[in-house]
């Protein structure tokens, strides 16, 4: 299975975290986080504004192949405590879902075609051969606070992302939990710049990996 790199920002100061480090900071109607016994009914989690992003737990990731469209589509989910990118006052918010997704003709994800890196409320997409690889293996640009995937470096105004921050190429990757599709928002934020949804819940990104991939620019 070919597994991307990611490179941080040399300012960030968020890093991907295990899904249970909500149960470590978040409150649900005033009750803390128990990923196990999430309310039915959904809910939103909450965060102090005093969290920092805490340094002594692995870094983390959640990995999923789906068939579609005559691919298998290998997701890779990263889950961030906070996202402090913010423009013209709007953006944000506690919580922050991304993910890059690998297009393969096989279920083993040894033959990739294809690839497609979240941002923002979109996405970019190239064919696999277009991507910068270290050893075989993809390369991603996290930008700075939005943690917005880009597949080169660079100043894009709104986004930064540089690459000369934390090399992640020894990400622990799991399986989903059945958090993934709890109907609630993972973070207390509202508005244009409004918590996400949990994963299982962001539709097309979810169900219908070739429409996310068709759609991006």
């Given at each position: 299975m070919i597994i991307p790199i990611f490179k941080l920002n040399s300012k960030e100061k968020w890093r991907p975290q295990p899904v249970e480090t909500v149960e470590r900071f978040g409150t649900i109607g005033g009750e803390p986080v128990q990923l196990a016994n999430l309310p039915a009914g959904g809910g939103r989690m909450d965060f102090p504004s005093s969290m920092r992003d805490p340094s002594n737990t692995p870094v983390v990731g959640y990995h999923r192949a789906v068939e579609a469209a005559n691919l298998w589509w290998h997701q890779y989910w990263l889950w961030y405590l906070y996202n402090p990118w913010e423009i013209l006052g709007v953006g944000r918010h506690e919580g922050d879902w991304e993910f890059v997704q690998i297009g393969c003709v096989d279920k083993q994800g040894d033959r990739p075609v294809l690839m497609t890196a979240s941002?923002?409320?979109?996405?970019?997409?190239?064919?696999?051969?277009?991507?910068?690889?270290?050893?075989?293996?993809?390369?991603?640009?996290?930008?700075?606070?939005?943690?917005?995937?880009?597949?080169?470096?660079?100043?894009?105004?709104?986004?930064?992302?540089?690459?000369?921050?934390?090399?992640?190429?020894d990400v622990e990757w799991r399986e989903f939990g059945t958090w993934a599709t709890w109907a609630g928002m993972w973070g207390n934020s509202t508005g244009a710049g409004r918590s996400p949804e949990s994963p299982g819940r962001q539709r097309e990104r979810w169900e219908l990996p070739q429409t996310f991939h068709a759609r991006a620019r």
């Open positions: 941002q923002h409320k979109a996405g970019e997409k190239r064919e696999f051969w277009r991507c910068e690889l270290d050893a075989g293996r993809p390369v991603v640009y996290v930008a700075l606070g939005s943690h917005a995937n880009f597949f080169t470096p660079g100043d894009r105004g709104e986004d930064v992302a540089n690459g000369r921050g934390k090399v992640l190429e």
